[in-house]
Protein backbone atom coordinates (compact mmCIF):
# COMPACT_ATOMS: atom_id res chain seq x y z
CA UNK A 1 0.00 0.00 0.00
CA UNK A 2 0.90 3.72 -0.38
CA UNK A 3 3.37 5.21 2.18
CA UNK A 4 1.31 7.14 4.35
CA UNK A 5 4.10 7.43 6.92
CA UNK A 6 3.70 11.44 7.03
CA UNK A 7 0.03 10.98 8.34
CA UNK A 8 0.69 8.91 11.18
CA UNK A 9 -3.12 8.59 12.15
CA UNK A 10 -4.12 7.69 9.11
CA UNK A 11 -1.44 5.11 8.99
CA UNK A 12 -2.77 3.13 12.19
CA UNK A 13 -6.04 3.43 10.76
CA UNK A 14 -4.99 1.30 7.33
CA UNK A 15 -2.87 -0.61 9.40
CA UNK A 16 -5.61 -1.47 11.82
CA UNK A 17 -7.98 -2.08 8.42
CA UNK A 18 -5.30 -4.34 6.80
CA UNK A 19 -5.27 -6.25 10.13
CA UNK A 20 -8.82 -6.69 11.06
CA UNK A 21 -9.37 -7.74 7.28
CA UNK A 22 -6.37 -10.32 7.84
CA UNK A 23 -8.22 -11.58 10.66
CA UNK A 24 -11.76 -11.77 9.31
CA UNK A 25 -10.23 -13.95 6.41
CA UNK A 26 -8.53 -16.48 8.88
CA UNK A 27 -11.81 -17.01 10.44
CA UNK A 28 -13.90 -17.74 7.71
CA UNK A 29 -11.39 -20.25 7.10
CA UNK A 30 -11.23 -21.78 10.47
CA UNK A 31 -14.74 -22.00 11.14
CA UNK A 32 -16.29 -22.72 7.29
CA UNK A 33 -17.74 -25.80 6.09
CA UNK A 34 -14.81 -27.60 4.04
CA UNK A 35 -17.26 -30.00 1.24
CA UNK A 36 -17.83 -28.59 -1.84
CA UNK A 37 -20.17 -28.87 -5.03
CA UNK A 38 -21.80 -26.46 -7.71
CA UNK A 39 -24.41 -26.07 -10.07
CA UNK A 40 -24.13 -23.65 -12.28
CA UNK A 41 -25.75 -24.01 -16.25
CA UNK A 42 -22.92 -25.95 -17.22
CA UNK A 43 -23.07 -28.19 -14.76
CA UNK A 44 -27.14 -28.96 -15.33
CA UNK A 45 -26.85 -29.40 -18.39
CA UNK A 46 -23.60 -31.86 -18.30
CA UNK A 47 -25.10 -33.59 -14.88
CA UNK A 48 -21.39 -33.83 -13.96
CA UNK A 49 -19.66 -31.52 -10.67
CA UNK A 50 -18.04 -27.97 -11.55
CA UNK A 51 -14.75 -30.14 -10.39
CA UNK A 52 -15.10 -32.40 -13.79
CA UNK A 53 -14.22 -28.72 -15.63
CA UNK A 54 -12.75 -26.57 -13.21
CA UNK A 55 -9.61 -26.83 -10.85
CA UNK A 56 -11.52 -23.95 -9.50
CA UNK A 57 -12.89 -20.81 -11.45
CA UNK A 58 -12.07 -20.24 -14.04
CA UNK A 59 -8.93 -22.51 -14.05
CA UNK A 60 -9.77 -25.16 -16.49
CA UNK A 61 -9.01 -29.35 -16.46
CA UNK A 62 -8.42 -31.33 -19.34
CA UNK A 63 -11.53 -32.15 -19.22
CA UNK A 64 -12.93 -28.91 -18.85
CA UNK A 65 -10.66 -28.17 -21.81
CA UNK A 66 -12.06 -31.06 -23.93
CA UNK A 67 -16.04 -29.37 -23.49
CA UNK A 68 -15.07 -26.09 -24.25
CA UNK A 69 -13.14 -27.42 -27.68
CA UNK A 70 -15.72 -29.12 -28.62
CA UNK A 71 -18.40 -26.59 -28.34
CA UNK A 72 -19.98 -26.57 -24.89
CA UNK A 73 -22.76 -29.63 -26.34
CA UNK A 74 -22.21 -32.51 -23.78
CA UNK A 75 -25.57 -33.20 -22.74
CA UNK A 76 -27.03 -35.47 -19.57
CA UNK A 77 -30.13 -33.79 -19.09
CA UNK A 78 -33.64 -34.05 -20.82
CA UNK A 79 -34.43 -32.25 -23.94
CA UNK A 80 -37.25 -30.94 -25.70
CA UNK A 81 -37.54 -31.31 -29.32
CA UNK A 82 -39.70 -29.80 -32.57
CA UNK A 83 -40.78 -32.13 -35.32
CA UNK A 84 -41.76 -30.22 -38.26
CA UNK A 85 -44.50 -31.94 -40.85
CA UNK A 86 -42.25 -33.65 -42.39
CA UNK A 87 -40.46 -35.27 -39.45
CA UNK A 88 -37.16 -32.92 -39.56
CA UNK A 89 -35.99 -31.87 -36.21
CA UNK A 90 -36.20 -28.17 -36.18
CA UNK A 91 -35.34 -27.42 -32.63
CA UNK A 92 -33.87 -28.97 -29.61
CA UNK A 93 -33.87 -27.53 -26.24
CA UNK A 94 -33.22 -28.45 -22.95
CA UNK A 95 -35.65 -28.80 -19.84
CA UNK A 96 -33.13 -26.78 -17.98
CA UNK A 97 -32.64 -23.14 -19.32
CA UNK A 98 -28.73 -22.76 -19.81
CA UNK A 99 -28.44 -19.36 -17.89
CA UNK A 100 -26.09 -18.49 -14.68
CA UNK A 101 -25.94 -15.64 -12.58
CA UNK A 102 -22.42 -14.55 -11.02
CA UNK A 103 -22.28 -11.65 -7.93
CA UNK A 104 -18.79 -10.54 -7.45
CA UNK A 105 -18.09 -8.18 -4.00
CA UNK A 106 -14.68 -6.15 -3.06
CA UNK A 107 -12.78 -4.50 -0.79
CA UNK A 108 -9.57 -2.02 -2.53
CA UNK A 109 -6.90 -0.70 -0.30
CA UNK A 110 -4.00 0.95 -1.49
CA UNK A 111 -0.75 2.29 0.09
CA UNK A 112 -1.53 5.94 -0.76
CA UNK A 113 -4.70 7.28 -1.56
CA UNK A 114 -5.35 8.51 -5.02
CA UNK A 115 -4.90 12.19 -5.29
CA UNK A 116 -8.37 14.04 -5.14
CA UNK A 117 -9.32 16.21 -8.24
CA UNK A 118 -9.57 19.60 -5.57
CA UNK A 119 -6.63 18.41 -3.18
CA UNK A 120 -5.78 16.26 -0.78
CA UNK A 121 -6.44 12.63 -1.09
CA UNK A 122 -9.57 10.41 -1.72
CA UNK A 123 -10.94 8.07 0.22
CA UNK A 124 -9.35 4.57 0.63
CA UNK A 125 -10.65 1.19 1.42
CA UNK A 126 -13.40 1.40 -1.40
CA UNK A 127 -16.07 -0.77 -1.11
CA UNK A 128 -17.80 -2.55 -4.12
CA UNK A 129 -21.25 -4.02 -3.98
CA UNK A 130 -20.80 -5.30 -6.18
CA UNK A 131 -18.00 -4.86 -8.01
CA UNK A 132 -19.36 -6.57 -11.19
CA UNK A 133 -22.46 -9.24 -11.58
CA UNK A 134 -22.72 -11.10 -15.04
CA UNK A 135 -25.78 -13.04 -16.77
CA UNK A 136 -24.80 -16.07 -18.57
CA UNK A 137 -26.14 -17.80 -21.51
CA UNK A 138 -23.85 -20.79 -21.01
CA UNK A 139 -24.59 -24.14 -22.72
CA UNK A 140 -25.97 -25.74 -25.93
CA UNK A 141 -27.78 -23.92 -28.56
CA UNK A 142 -28.11 -26.71 -31.16
CA UNK A 143 -26.47 -29.86 -32.33
CA UNK A 144 -23.43 -28.95 -33.07
CA UNK A 145 -23.87 -25.19 -32.08
CA UNK A 146 -23.05 -24.32 -28.43
CA UNK A 147 -22.17 -20.75 -26.60
CA UNK A 148 -20.44 -18.70 -23.60
CA UNK A 149 -22.25 -15.28 -24.02
CA UNK A 150 -21.74 -12.72 -20.82
CA UNK A 151 -23.48 -9.65 -19.95
CA UNK A 152 -22.11 -7.83 -16.95
CA UNK A 153 -23.72 -4.83 -14.82
CA UNK A 154 -20.22 -3.37 -13.75
CA UNK A 155 -20.28 -1.13 -10.13
CA UNK A 156 -18.07 1.42 -11.25
CA UNK A 157 -19.64 2.57 -14.19
CA UNK A 158 -23.24 1.74 -12.80
CA UNK A 159 -23.85 0.23 -16.22
CA UNK A 160 -24.77 -3.14 -18.08
CA UNK A 161 -22.55 -4.18 -21.12
CA UNK A 162 -21.33 -6.58 -23.41
CA UNK A 163 -18.54 -9.33 -21.78
CA UNK A 164 -16.75 -11.99 -23.34
CA UNK A 165 -18.56 -14.22 -25.49
CA UNK A 166 -17.28 -17.33 -27.68
CA UNK A 167 -19.91 -19.21 -29.97
CA UNK A 168 -18.96 -22.24 -31.60
CA UNK A 169 -19.91 -24.09 -34.49
CA UNK A 170 -18.24 -27.72 -33.95
CA UNK A 171 -17.77 -30.97 -35.30
CA UNK A 172 -15.64 -33.94 -34.91
CA UNK A 173 -14.34 -36.79 -37.88
CA UNK A 174 -11.17 -38.95 -37.90
CA UNK A 175 -7.81 -38.75 -40.05
CA UNK A 176 -6.43 -42.13 -40.68
CA UNK A 177 -6.87 -43.46 -36.89
CA UNK A 178 -6.28 -39.43 -35.87
CA UNK A 179 -9.38 -37.92 -33.75
CA UNK A 180 -10.10 -34.46 -35.10
CA UNK A 181 -12.40 -31.94 -33.45
CA UNK A 182 -13.24 -29.01 -35.97
CA UNK A 183 -15.18 -25.91 -35.88
CA UNK A 184 -15.40 -22.13 -36.09
CA UNK A 185 -15.83 -19.80 -33.02
CA UNK A 186 -17.21 -16.13 -33.32
CA UNK A 187 -16.11 -14.39 -30.34
CA UNK A 188 -15.47 -10.75 -28.74
CA UNK A 189 -11.62 -10.58 -27.50
CA UNK A 190 -8.85 -12.65 -28.94
CA UNK A 191 -7.75 -15.38 -26.97
CA UNK A 192 -11.18 -15.47 -25.49
CA UNK A 193 -11.89 -19.00 -27.75
CA UNK A 194 -8.64 -20.34 -25.90
CA UNK A 195 -8.50 -23.28 -23.58
CA UNK A 196 -5.77 -22.24 -21.45
CA UNK A 197 -5.46 -20.30 -18.56
CA UNK A 198 -1.88 -18.58 -19.34
CA UNK A 199 -3.48 -16.58 -22.13
CA UNK A 200 -4.78 -12.99 -21.59
CA UNK A 201 -8.32 -13.40 -21.90
CA UNK A 202 -8.40 -15.80 -18.77
CA UNK A 203 -4.85 -15.55 -17.12
CA UNK A 204 -4.65 -14.91 -13.55
CA UNK A 205 -5.00 -12.59 -11.24
CA UNK A 206 -8.71 -13.97 -12.42
CA UNK A 207 -10.56 -10.69 -10.10
CA UNK A 208 -8.63 -7.87 -9.85
CA UNK A 209 -9.52 -4.12 -8.46
CA UNK A 210 -11.79 -2.22 -10.59
CA UNK A 211 -10.80 0.77 -9.03
CA UNK A 212 -6.51 0.78 -7.90
CA UNK A 213 -4.22 2.45 -10.53
CA UNK A 214 -2.79 0.12 -13.13
CA UNK A 215 0.40 0.45 -15.21
CA UNK A 216 -0.43 2.71 -18.33
CA UNK A 217 1.50 0.53 -21.54
CA UNK A 218 -0.10 -3.00 -22.81
CA UNK A 219 0.27 -4.65 -26.12
CA UNK A 220 -2.69 -4.85 -28.54
CA UNK A 221 -3.44 -8.28 -27.58
CA UNK A 222 -3.56 -8.31 -24.12
CA UNK A 223 -6.74 -7.01 -23.40
CA UNK A 224 -6.64 -4.02 -25.32
CA UNK A 225 -8.99 -4.74 -28.00
CA UNK A 226 -11.75 -7.07 -25.35
CA UNK A 227 -15.35 -6.63 -26.29
CA UNK A 228 -13.95 -3.76 -28.84
CA UNK A 229 -13.56 -6.19 -31.80
CA UNK A 230 -15.94 -9.38 -33.46
CA UNK A 231 -13.97 -12.14 -34.66
CA UNK A 232 -14.36 -15.64 -36.89
CA UNK A 233 -11.95 -18.39 -36.42
CA UNK A 234 -11.47 -21.53 -37.70
CA UNK A 235 -10.01 -24.44 -35.50
CA UNK A 236 -8.87 -28.05 -35.82
CA UNK A 237 -7.57 -30.61 -33.09
CA UNK A 238 -6.28 -34.07 -34.06
CA UNK A 239 -5.31 -36.32 -30.74
CA UNK A 240 -6.05 -33.63 -28.13
CA UNK A 241 -2.61 -32.69 -28.46
CA UNK A 242 -1.95 -30.62 -31.98
CA UNK A 243 -4.19 -27.50 -32.25
CA UNK A 244 -4.46 -24.70 -35.15
CA UNK A 245 -6.42 -21.79 -35.52
CA UNK A 246 -6.84 -18.71 -37.63
CA UNK A 247 -9.18 -16.14 -38.04
CA UNK A 248 -9.47 -12.34 -38.64
CA UNK A 249 -11.22 -9.71 -36.28
CA UNK A 250 -12.77 -5.85 -37.31
CA UNK A 251 -13.63 -3.08 -34.89
CA UNK A 252 -17.35 -3.95 -33.12
CA UNK A 253 -17.09 -0.43 -31.12
CA UNK A 254 -20.08 -0.62 -28.29
CA UNK A 255 -21.51 2.29 -27.66
CA UNK A 256 -21.04 3.81 -30.65
CA UNK A 257 -23.47 4.35 -33.49
CA UNK A 258 -21.90 3.66 -36.85
CA UNK A 259 -20.66 3.91 -39.45
CA UNK A 260 -17.04 5.03 -38.15
CA UNK A 261 -15.49 8.29 -38.04
CA UNK A 262 -12.67 10.74 -37.41
CA UNK A 263 -14.62 11.27 -34.20
CA UNK A 264 -15.63 8.03 -33.03
CA UNK A 265 -13.21 5.86 -35.00
CA UNK A 266 -9.79 6.92 -33.00
CA UNK A 267 -7.64 3.50 -32.95
CA UNK A 268 -10.26 1.13 -35.06
CA UNK A 269 -8.55 -1.62 -36.90
CA UNK A 270 -8.17 -0.79 -40.51
CA UNK A 271 -10.12 -3.66 -42.67
CA UNK A 272 -9.57 -6.55 -40.59
CA UNK A 273 -6.60 -7.80 -38.94
CA UNK A 274 -5.33 -11.51 -38.40
CA UNK A 275 -4.88 -14.03 -35.63
CA UNK A 276 -3.51 -17.25 -35.39
CA UNK A 277 -2.66 -19.69 -32.31
CA UNK A 278 -1.02 -23.20 -32.28
CA UNK A 279 0.03 -25.43 -29.78
CA UNK A 280 0.71 -28.43 -28.46
CA UNK A 281 -0.55 -30.58 -25.21
CA UNK A 282 0.54 -33.46 -23.96
CA UNK A 283 -1.34 -35.28 -21.08
CA UNK A 284 0.05 -38.55 -18.56
CA UNK A 285 -1.52 -39.68 -15.93
CA UNK A 286 -2.63 -36.90 -13.40
CA UNK A 287 -0.49 -34.56 -15.48
CA UNK A 288 -0.55 -32.15 -18.45
CA UNK A 289 2.04 -29.38 -20.05
CA UNK A 290 1.33 -27.12 -23.12
CA UNK A 291 3.38 -25.17 -24.97
CA UNK A 292 2.26 -22.46 -28.09
CA UNK A 293 2.54 -19.45 -29.94
CA UNK A 294 -0.05 -17.01 -30.68
CA UNK A 295 -0.39 -13.36 -32.26
CA UNK A 296 -1.78 -10.79 -34.48
CA UNK A 297 -1.46 -7.45 -36.90
CA UNK A 298 -3.35 -4.82 -36.89
CA UNK A 299 -3.69 -1.56 -38.51
CA UNK A 300 -5.44 1.25 -36.83
CA UNK A 301 -6.66 4.07 -37.86
CA UNK A 302 -6.53 7.82 -37.11
CA UNK A 303 -8.85 9.95 -35.09
CA UNK A 304 -9.25 13.69 -34.26
CA UNK A 305 -9.14 15.61 -37.33
CA UNK A 306 -7.73 13.37 -39.39
CA UNK A 307 -10.35 11.82 -41.55
CA UNK A 308 -9.92 7.50 -41.03
CA UNK A 309 -10.00 6.36 -44.59
CA UNK A 310 -7.23 9.64 -45.56
CA UNK A 311 -3.19 9.76 -43.87
CA UNK A 312 -0.65 7.47 -41.83
CA UNK A 313 -1.96 4.72 -39.94
CA UNK A 314 -0.65 2.85 -36.67
CA UNK A 315 0.84 -0.84 -36.85
CA UNK A 316 1.64 -3.19 -34.67
CA UNK A 317 2.50 -7.09 -34.83
CA UNK A 318 1.91 -8.89 -31.71
CA UNK A 319 3.59 -12.04 -31.04
CA UNK A 320 3.52 -14.50 -27.81
CA UNK A 321 4.49 -17.63 -26.53
CA UNK A 322 2.96 -19.56 -23.69
CA UNK A 323 3.25 -22.61 -21.44
CA UNK A 324 0.65 -23.95 -18.68
CA UNK A 325 1.59 -27.32 -16.92
CA UNK A 326 -0.78 -28.79 -13.92
CA UNK A 327 -0.75 -31.45 -12.16
CA UNK A 328 -4.50 -32.64 -10.64
CA UNK A 329 -4.13 -35.27 -7.92
CA UNK A 330 -7.15 -36.67 -5.56
CA UNK A 331 -5.92 -34.08 -2.86
CA UNK A 332 -3.26 -31.46 -4.53
CA UNK A 333 -3.40 -29.44 -6.96
CA UNK A 334 -0.71 -27.49 -9.01
CA UNK A 335 -0.61 -25.21 -12.16
CA UNK A 336 2.52 -22.92 -13.63
CA UNK A 337 2.19 -21.17 -16.28
CA UNK A 338 3.75 -17.99 -18.32
CA UNK A 339 3.33 -15.95 -21.53
CA UNK A 340 5.40 -13.66 -22.87
CA UNK A 341 4.50 -10.81 -25.29
CA UNK A 342 6.58 -9.21 -27.73
CA UNK A 343 5.14 -6.24 -30.07
CA UNK A 344 6.38 -3.73 -32.64
CA UNK A 345 4.65 -0.77 -33.15
CA UNK A 346 5.41 1.99 -35.96
CA UNK A 347 3.09 4.87 -35.34
CA UNK A 348 2.94 6.55 -38.00
CA UNK A 349 -0.11 8.32 -37.17
CA UNK A 350 0.81 8.89 -33.46
CA UNK A 351 3.95 10.45 -35.02
CA UNK A 352 1.98 12.71 -37.51
CA UNK A 353 -0.30 13.96 -35.11
CA UNK A 354 2.19 14.67 -32.09
CA UNK A 355 1.00 11.67 -29.78
CA UNK A 356 4.26 9.69 -29.82
CA UNK A 357 7.64 11.17 -30.61
CA UNK A 358 9.38 8.15 -32.25
CA UNK A 359 7.89 5.86 -34.96
CA UNK A 360 9.24 2.40 -34.32
CA UNK A 361 8.89 0.66 -30.94
CA UNK A 362 9.07 -2.25 -29.21
CA UNK A 363 6.82 -3.06 -25.76
CA UNK A 364 6.99 -6.57 -24.03
CA UNK A 365 5.29 -8.35 -21.54
CA UNK A 366 5.71 -11.39 -19.77
CA UNK A 367 4.36 -13.00 -16.32
CA UNK A 368 5.04 -15.99 -14.56
CA UNK A 369 2.57 -17.66 -12.26
CA UNK A 370 2.68 -20.92 -9.53
CA UNK A 371 -0.70 -21.67 -8.08
CA UNK A 372 -1.62 -24.46 -5.52
CA UNK A 373 -4.74 -25.68 -3.91
CA UNK A 374 -5.44 -28.17 -1.30
CA UNK A 375 -8.15 -30.93 -1.94
CA UNK A 376 -9.73 -27.88 -4.05
CA UNK A 377 -10.14 -25.72 -1.05
CA UNK A 378 -7.77 -24.03 0.57
CA UNK A 379 -5.14 -21.67 -2.17
CA UNK A 380 -2.01 -19.78 -2.87
CA UNK A 381 -1.14 -18.09 -5.95
CA UNK A 382 1.93 -15.88 -6.55
CA UNK A 383 2.47 -14.09 -9.79
CA UNK A 384 5.84 -12.15 -11.30
CA UNK A 385 4.29 -9.41 -13.69
CA UNK A 386 6.93 -7.49 -15.87
CA UNK A 387 6.39 -4.63 -18.73
CA UNK A 388 9.35 -3.06 -20.41
CA UNK A 389 9.99 -1.49 -23.99
CA UNK A 390 11.44 1.71 -25.44
CA UNK A 391 10.81 5.14 -23.73
CA UNK A 392 8.73 7.98 -25.58
CA UNK A 393 8.25 10.88 -23.34
CA UNK A 394 5.35 11.47 -25.57
CA UNK A 395 3.12 8.72 -25.55
CA UNK A 396 4.21 8.19 -21.88
CA UNK A 397 3.87 11.79 -20.24
CA UNK A 398 3.90 12.97 -16.84
CA UNK A 399 0.86 13.10 -15.47
CA UNK A 400 -0.40 12.96 -11.65
CA UNK A 401 -0.90 8.96 -11.07
CA UNK A 402 -1.63 7.67 -14.35
CA UNK A 403 1.63 9.24 -16.22
CA UNK A 404 5.35 8.94 -16.42
CA UNK A 405 7.77 10.97 -15.92
CA UNK A 406 10.92 9.38 -17.43
CA UNK A 407 8.56 8.57 -20.90
CA UNK A 408 9.06 4.63 -20.02
CA UNK A 409 6.37 2.30 -20.05
CA UNK A 410 8.32 -0.67 -17.35
CA UNK A 411 6.53 -1.84 -14.46
CA UNK A 412 6.62 -4.82 -12.56
CA UNK A 413 6.01 -6.58 -9.61
CA UNK A 414 4.41 -9.49 -7.60
CA UNK A 415 0.74 -10.34 -6.66
CA UNK A 416 -0.20 -12.71 -3.78
CA UNK A 417 -3.10 -14.16 -3.18
CA UNK A 418 -4.73 -17.05 -1.02
CA UNK A 419 -7.97 -18.39 -2.16
CA UNK A 420 -10.65 -20.00 0.26
CA UNK A 421 -13.45 -21.87 -1.50
CA UNK A 422 -15.85 -23.56 0.70
CA UNK A 423 -18.11 -24.87 -2.46
CA UNK A 424 -16.82 -24.88 -6.02
CA UNK A 425 -19.14 -21.93 -6.89
CA UNK A 426 -18.03 -19.15 -3.98
CA UNK A 427 -14.84 -18.62 -3.77
CA UNK A 428 -13.18 -15.74 -0.62
CA UNK A 429 -9.53 -14.28 -1.81
CA UNK A 430 -7.18 -12.27 -0.25
CA UNK A 431 -4.94 -10.63 -2.82
CA UNK A 432 -1.88 -8.10 -2.47
CA UNK A 433 -0.41 -6.45 -5.92
CA UNK A 434 3.11 -5.02 -4.93
CA UNK A 435 4.77 -2.81 -7.82
CA UNK A 436 8.55 -2.46 -8.00
CA UNK A 437 8.31 -0.11 -10.59
CA UNK A 438 5.29 1.46 -12.28
CA UNK A 439 4.80 3.67 -15.39
CA UNK A 440 8.97 3.86 -15.83
CA UNK A 441 10.83 4.77 -12.35
CA UNK A 442 10.19 3.17 -8.86
CA UNK A 443 10.28 6.65 -7.25
CA UNK A 444 8.39 9.75 -7.92
CA UNK A 445 7.31 7.95 -11.45
CA UNK A 446 4.35 10.35 -12.48
CA UNK A 447 6.42 13.55 -11.93
CA UNK A 448 4.10 14.40 -9.13
CA UNK A 449 6.02 12.72 -6.50
CA UNK A 450 3.86 9.52 -6.26
CA UNK A 451 6.13 6.20 -5.69
CA UNK A 452 5.65 2.74 -7.07
CA UNK A 453 4.91 1.42 -3.76
CA UNK A 454 2.17 3.68 -3.39
CA UNK A 455 0.56 1.88 -5.43
CA UNK A 456 0.40 -1.71 -4.19
CA UNK A 457 -2.88 -2.74 -3.65
CA UNK A 458 -5.00 -5.18 -0.86
CA UNK A 459 -8.20 -6.66 -2.60
CA UNK A 460 -10.28 -8.38 -0.58
CA UNK A 461 -12.75 -10.41 -3.16
CA UNK A 462 -16.21 -12.47 -2.39
CA UNK A 463 -17.21 -14.46 -5.86
CA UNK A 464 -20.31 -16.80 -6.32
CA UNK A 465 -21.85 -18.21 -9.79
CA UNK A 466 -25.22 -20.34 -9.82
Known amino acids: MRNILKDRGRFDFARRTVASTAAAFSLAILFAPSFAHAVPSYARQTGVACEACHTVFPELTPFGRDFKMNGYLLQNSKEVSAI ?7 LTLSDLPPISFMFDASMTNTNRSVPDPVGGRAQNAQVEFPQQASFFYAGKIAPHLGAFVQLTYSGPDNAFSMDNADIRAVNTGSIGSSDIVYGASFNNNMTVQDVFNDVPAWGFPFMASGTAPTPAAATQIDGTLGQDVAGLTAYFQIDRSFYGEAGVYRTARLGTAGPLNSANGGGAIQGVAPYWRFYYEHRWGHNSWEGGTFGTNIV ?24 QYQFIGDRDIVTVSGVWIHENAERDADFANFVASRLDSVLE ?5 AEYFYERTYGATIQYF ?49 YNEFNGAST ?13 TLFLNFWFAF
Open 84 to 90: SEKGKNT
Open 300 to 323: TRPGGATPITEGPHNYFTDVALDT
Open 365 to 369: TARLS
Open 386 to 434: TTWGDADPLLFAPASLTGSRTGKPSSNGEVFELHYVPWLNTKLSLQYVA
Open 444 to 456: NYDGFNRNASDNN
